[in-house]
C-alpha cells in the first residue's frame, strides 16, 4: 500500500540522516506513527532531547479517507454521503503510490522531494468537480485535476493547459486540442472522450441527488460535443459565448472510467476521493484534520519539486500564524492586517499580500418583506460605517466596494454608497418601517475577519433603529446547511463572500437568478434583460457599455449590503519560493524551497 511504502520511505531516510526531528514528528503524525517506532526513529534522527514524541501522534476521532484503487468505490453509511466508515482504508490509485521523500529544501534535480503544508481556515465540503463551491475546495481541485485553460498567476491572461489551442470555427462552434499522452490517474488516457465526457456530466442538472453547482453548460449556452480525433474536439453553443475561454480556467477534465457511474455510492466515493490529471493524486482525507496529495510521478507538464502537500483546515488566526512560525506550516490563509507586521517580525515567516477579487458582502433575501422594498436595502447600505470598520479591524487596509465587478471591466463613474445614517432613517421612513427585528448569519474563519466585521456591520444596522440577531456558525455547516440547495435556510441577512474572476460578465452573473449561489432571490426585468444581450454579445465594445448599464442597475437595485473586494495577506515560509494571486489559487505545484 501507499501509506506502507511512505513509511519505508520515512525510515530510510532517517536513517540517511534526510531528515530532521521536526520534519520526522510531522510525518508521522500524518502517516500515524507512534509507540516504540516512533521513539526509535526519534533516536535515530537525533536532535532536541526534550521534544516529547507523543506530540505527534493524531488526536481525536478524526475519519480517514483514502483514495480507492481505479474503477472501485470504497463503501460509504447511506446517510454519510461524505464520510468513509471507520478504519476503513484503501490504496490510492495508480500513479498515487509515489515514495514520499521528506524533509530536505526541495526538489534538486527532477525527482519531487520535501513536503509543504498549507493551512486553510476551513475544510473542504466536497472535492467532486461539479459540486465544488468554495476556495478551500479549489485548492485541492488544482493540485488533483487538470483545468482545461489557466489563468497566468501574474496577469491572470488565459493561457494553454491542458488544452493546448483552441479557435472558434463561427459564432457558435469552438474547436479544442487536447496534449497528447496525458493519463489519469487511473491510467485511463485523457482524450477527446474524456474532454467530451466532461462536458456531458456538466450539463447534468443533477449530479444523482445533489444538484450541479458548476454553471458553465448554462453560461455558453451548451449544446453538444463531439470527438474530432483523439485529441480533438468541438463544442457547440445555442448562443455566442465569449466568456467561453474564462470559464474554462475553472473547468477541471475527468476521467469517465470513474466518474460515469452516478450511482449514490460511487457519488459519495468521487466527492471525497477525486481522480483527476493533474500534477498531485489524492492520498488521503481525513475530516477536520488534513488532506494529503502526493507528486504524481507521471504527469504530463512540468514535474512538481515538493513531493507532499499536505492541507489543514485550522480556523483560528492564532494558531495558524504559530504553526507557521514553528516551521509546521509553510503557507496560512486569512491573516488579519492587524497580524502582518508579527509574521513580517519574525526571521522565518514573510507576507504575501494582493488586492484580490473576492467581493465580501452582506447578502439580502429580496424575497422578503420589508427588503422586497428597495428603500430598506439601500438604507442598509447606508448605514454601514466602512472607514470606522476598516480603520479597527482591518487595519485601515481596503476600500468600500463601489462595483460589483473586478478590474479591468469596472464602471469608473460609479461611487460607493458614504456612511449617512440618516438617510438611511430617511429611507425607512419612508418605506414605513420601524422597530424591525431580523437574523444576520455569518461564519467564522472563512473570510478575512469575517465574524468581527460582521458584528460591527449588524451594531450599525442596530444604530439605525434595527434590531439584529447574529447568527455566528462555523464554515462547515455555514456551507453545508445553510448554502445547500436553493438557500432557503438562509435568513434574512447572510454574510459571504463570492470568488474572483476578472471577466466582469461573470461577477454580474452573481446576482442572476440562474446562478447557483444567489440566495438573494432578486429578480429585476431590466437587469436580465441587459445581461442576457451581454451573454450574447462578443463585440467588445458593446459588451462594456451592457457591463457598465448592468453595474449601475446593481449598485442602485444593493440585493447585496456592500463590503469590500477583499485585501488578502497570506503567511509563507521565509524560504519558499510562492506569492499570493488575485485569484485567490493557492498553487505549489511549481514552487521549491530555496535552502535559505
Not at 500500500?1 to 508521522?28: F, H, N, P
Not at 519560493?577 to 505549489?588: F, G, S
Request: charged share 25%; aromatic share 8%.
Amino acid at each position: 500500500m501507499a501509506e506502507q511504502r511512505s513509511i519505508d520511505a520515512l525510515v530510510r531516510d532517517v536513517y540517511q540522516g534526510a531528515v530532521s526531528r521536526r520534519t520526522l514528528l510531522k510525518r508521522a503524525a500524518i502517516l500515524g506513527i507512534s509507540g516504540p517506532t516512533l521513539t526509535a526513529l526519534l533516536a535515530a534522527c537525533g536532535g532536541d532531547e526534550d521534544e516529547d514524541p507523543t506530540a505527534a501522534a493524531p488526536t481525536g476521532d478524526a475519519t480517514a479517507t483514502t483514495a480507492a484503487p481505479s474503477g472501485d468505490a470504497t463503501e460509504e453509511p447511506d446517510d454519510e454521503a461524505t464520510e468513509a466508515p471507520d478504519g476503513e482504508a484503501t490504496e490510492a490509485p495508480d500513479g498515487a503510490d509515489a515514495t514520499a521523500t521528506t524533509g530536505g529544501t526541495g526538489s534538486t534535480g527532477s525527482e519531487a522531494t520535501g513536503s509543504i503544508v498549507i493551512m486553510q481556515g476551513v475544510d473542504a465540503n466536497t472535492l467532486d468537480p461539479l459540486l465544488r463551491n468554495a476556495t478551500p475546495e479549489f485548492t485541492i481541485n488544482m493540485h488533483v485535476f487538470d483545468m482545461f485553460l489557466q489563468r497566468n498567476p501574474d496577469t491572470l491572461a488565459i493561457e494553454p493547459n491542458i488544452v493546448e489551442s483552441w479557435e472558434t470555427v463561427d459564432e457558435l462552434t469552438w474547436e479544442f486540442k487536447l496534449v497528447e499522452g496525458a493519463t489519469f490517474h487511473d491510467g485511463t488516457p485523457v482524450d477527446a472522450e474524456a474532454a467530451v465526457f466532461t462536458f456531458e456530466r456538466a450539463s447534468q442538472e443533477q449530479i444523482g441527488q445533489a444538484g450541479r453547482v458548476q454553471s458553465l453548460a448554462n453560461q455558453i449556452g451548451y449544446e453538444s460535443a463531439e470527438a474530432i480525433d483523439e485529441f480533438s474536439f468541438r463544442v457547440t453553443t445555442s448562443k455566442p459565448a465569449a466568456i467561453f475561454p474564462d470559464l474554462l480556467t475553472s473547468f477541471e477534465i475527468c476521467p469517465p472510467s470513474v466518474y460515469e457511474d452516478d450511482s449514490a455510492e460511487n457519488l459519495a466515493n468521487v466527492a471525497q476521493s477525486p481522480v483527476g490529471s493533474g500534477p498531485y493524486t489524492f492520498v488521503e482525507w481525513i475530516r477536520d484534520d488534513h488532506i494529503t496529495l502526493e507528486a504524481n510521478p507521471d504527469y504530463w507538464g512540468t514535474p512538481p519539486s515538493i513531493q507532499t502537500i499536505t492541507v489543514r483546515p485550522v480556523p483560528e488566526l492564532t494558531a495558524r500564524v504559530v504553526a507557521l512560525q514553528n516551521d509546521e506550516a509553510n503557507i496560512i490563509v486569512n491573516v488579519a492586517p492587524d497580524v502582518v507586521q508579527q509574521v513580517e517580525d519574525a526571521e522565518n515567516t514573510r507576507i504575501s499580500q494582493v488586492t484580490g477579487g473576492r467581493n465580501i458582502f452582506i447578502g439580502i433575501r429580496c424575497d422578503t418583506p420589508p427588503f422586497d422594498d428597495v428603500r430598506v436595502r439601500q438604507a442598509l447600505n447606508y448605514a454601514v460605517d466602512w472607514d470606522s470598520i476598516k480603520e479597527a479591524l482591518l487595519a485601515g487596509h481596503g476600500e468600500r466596494t463601489r462595483t460589483i465587478v473586478n478590474p479591468p471591466n469596472e464602471n469608473m463613474d460609479i461611487e460607493a454608497y458614504p456612511y449617512d445614517p440618516d438617510r438611511a432613517r430617511e429611507l425607512l421612513a419612508e418605506a414605513g418601517v420601524e422597530n424591525l427585528e431580523f437574523t444576520m448569519d455569518a461564519p467564522s474563519g472563512r473570510y478575512i475577519q469575517d465574524s468581527q466585521l460582521a458584528q460591527a456591520i449588524a451594531q450599525n444596522f442596530e444604530d439605525i433603529g434595527f434590531t439584529v440577531n447574529l447568527n455566528v456558525l462555523e464554515w462547515s455547516v455555514y456551507a453545508g446547511e445553510l448554502l445547500s440547495g436553493d438557500g432557503s435556510q438562509l435568513d434574512e441577512l447572510f454574510f459571504l463572500g463570492l470568488g474572483s474572476p476578472f471577466s466582469g460578465e461573470q461577477e454580474l452573473f452573481y446576482v442572476h437568478p440562474e446562478f447557483s449561489l444567489n440566495f438573494t432571490h432578486w429578480e429585476n426585468e431590466e437587469y436580465i434583460d441587459l445581461y442576457d444581450q451581454l451573454n450574447r454579445s462578443v463585440d467588445p465594445d458593446e459588451r462594456k457599455e451592457l457591463m457598465d448599464q448592468l453595474q449601475v442597475i446593481v449598485m442602485e437595485e444593493c440585493p447585496w449590503v456592500w463590503l469590500w473586494h477583499q485585501v488578502d495577506f497570506y503567511g509563507a515560509s521565509a524560504d519558499l519560493e510562492w506569492e499570493a494571486r488575485a485569484d485567490e489559487r493557492i498553487d505549489v505545484s511549481k514552487s521549491n524551497f530555496t535552502g535559505i
